[in-house]
């Protein structure tokens, strides 16, 4: 690990127990960090974006490389600008592609490879091409998901991820945690620069753990120490998610069917 972010860790310990106001300073000081040392790419600022980095596209092919994307026939991707090169290669291996929509307004996408041109491959893992080549799928229509892929703004050793703040991939997981198409042991992967990588982070009660850390030098593997959510924390979802997540007001419905 580089000494800039080992003193960026170190100065961690001083903040407060307060895990929300905990995770904010952890972010400010990673998306400061990644512009002084040169390693952020556009989009710009980073500052409150899950950050694209250098060697974004060198993760994403050590990624391919893993055995668990192998096996998978369905990869489900954030929408972020770094996993756009995790995107391109799912869709290249010819493997079904789900994305989130931002901030989940309209729920999720699916990209199917067979069904498209390979010439516009590049152009569907963009965000503003998945919308064009990508169709919005109900939560009935979803299926079994065989590999996570997650953005982060930091992720700790033990596999603490800390995202851009808005709790959106723990609400995705927690939807196909309670849809039944993941499962406990559905591994979850997350691609960073080495800069990102923290030797700790707060894990509050809806965050999941990754399995594997992935980076444009190295690949960390992690060894779980404990179990993930089994779906939504219905307690803290009020009628402003449900208006603005309509996804959510569907999930409902079925739970009540």
């Known amino acids: 690990m ?32 990644m512009d002084e040392l040169g390693i952020s790419r556009f989009p710009s600022p980073v500052f409150g974006r899950i950050p694209n980095f250098v060697g974004a596209d060198v993760a994403a092919l050590k990624l391919v490389e893993q055995v668990e994307f192998r096996n998978a026939d369905v990869v489900k991707v954030n929408p972020d600008a770094p996993q756009s090169h995790v995107r391109l290669q799912v869709l290249s291996a010819r493997k079904l592609l789900i994305v989130p929509s931002p901030r989940l307004r309209r729920g999720f996408m699916l990209l199917d490879p067979k069904s498209l041109p390979k010439k516009f491959y590049a152009e569907a893992s963009s965000i503003s091409g998945s919308f064009r080549h990508g169709r919005f799928i109900s939560p009935r229509e979803l299926p079994k998901i065989g590999l996570i892929v997650a953005g982060s703004v930091a992720v700790s050793t033990d596999g603490v991820r800390i995202g851009k703040g808005g709790g959106y991939s723990e609400l995705e997981y927690g939807i196909l945690r309670e849809l039944g198409l993941v499962e406990e042991r559905t591994p979850i992967f997350t691609t960073v620069h080495d800069a990102q990588i923290v030797d700790g982070a707060p894990k509050e009660e809806h965050d999941f753990t990754v399995d594997a850390i992935i980076t444009p030098t190295k690949v960390v593997r992690v060894e779980r120490r404990g179990t993930q959510p089994k779906g939504i924390i219905w307690e803290k979802i009020g009628p402003q998610h449900l208006t603005r997540m309509p996804i959510l007001l569907e999930l409902r419905r079925m739970r009540q069917e």
């Open 2 to 33: 580089c000494p800039a972010v080992r003193v960026v860790i170190d100065n961690m310990t001083q903040r407060p127990a307060n895990s929300s106001s905990e995770k904010e300073a952890m972010r400010r000081k990673i998306w400061r960090t």
